[in-house]
């Protein structure tokens, strides 16, 4: 199958509305895990906000690459599991970090295509990355590599919320959380910037790197 064909089906996959449950947990290997959250429509505050289906298809893609283990939402249930108090996705990531010693939980997120920035890296501020700062230059080189100049941290998103992903995985688990946006044009076809491949690999690669080395001693 190629690359191509493999996108196509995962897309497929995350335009698909009748999977029976509400998200999909693919064991792996590896201390780094993939999330995708608002891989399907989401429902916040009674409003019904877009899905980000190529932060889903990432998360299949790269776990049929490299075996992480990853999670993603496959089905709205009126729940948004980024931002609500209570969360069964939250919930089943947690327990699966803490059973099988999980050391880093990336969450993959996507931007509009009108925001400037192309990246943007969320650590609360500093306070998900439970003082691995070095995390932030790993990210951020993951991406210079692509040439891709636009890269910010916590501006727009710095996913502090208390009930966000990374905010959970770090509080529940003591274990760092990085939230991932991407800007919908490095990832959709027809634009300009458009380089969903190589951000495939550039994120494989990373997620290889950061499993076989401390945070800290990885050189991008």
């Keep these: 199958m190629t690359a191509e064909q493999q996108i196509d089906r995962a897309l497929a996959y995350f335009t698909d509305e009748e999977h029976c449950c509400s998200f999909e947990l693919l064991d792996g290997k590896g201390s780094v895990m993939l999330s995708a959250p608002h891989a399907m429509?989401?429902?916040?505050?009674?409003?019904?906000?877009?899905?980000?289906?190529?932060?889903?298809?990432?998360?299949?893609?790269?776990?049929?690459?490299?075996?992480?283990?990853?999670?993603?939402?496959?089905?709205?249930?009126?729940?948004?599991?980024?931002?609500?108090?209570?969360?069964?996705?939250?919930?089943?990531?947690?327990?699966?970090?803490?059973?099988?010693?999980?050391?880093?939980?990336?969450?993959?997120?996507?931007?509009?295509?009108?925001?400037?920035?192309?990246?943007?890296?969320?650590?609360?501020?500093?306070?998900?990355?439970?003082g691995h700062k070095e995390l932030t230059h790993a990210f951020t080189e993951c991406f210079r590599v692509l040439g891709i100049k636009h890269i910010a941290v916590d501006d727009p998103f710095d996913a502090r919320g208390v009930n966000t992903v990374c905010a959970t995985v770090a509080t529940q688990c003591n274990v760092p959380a990085v939230q991932l946006e991407l800007s919908t044009r490095l990832l959709m076809s027809g634009y300009d910037e458009s380089c969903f491949l190589r951000v495939l690999d550039a994120l494989s690669d990373l997620v290889l790197a950061l499993q076989k080395e401390p945070a800290e001693q990885v050189a991008l």
């Design 41 to 130: 429509l989401q429902t916040r505050n009674g409003s019904i906000k877009c899905a980000e289906r190529f932060t889903g298809m990432l998360c299949r893609l790269i776990h049929e690459r490299i075996g992480c283990p990853v999670i993603y939402k496959t089905r709205h249930l009126r729940d948004d599991a980024n931002f609500d108090p209570v969360s069964d996705y939250r919930a089943a990531l947690c327990r699966y970090v803490k059973a099988h010693n999980v050391q880093l939980v990336i969450d993959l997120h996507q931007m509009k295509p009108e925001r400037s920035t192309d990246v943007c890296i969320g650590t609360g501020r500093g306070r998900n990355l439970l």
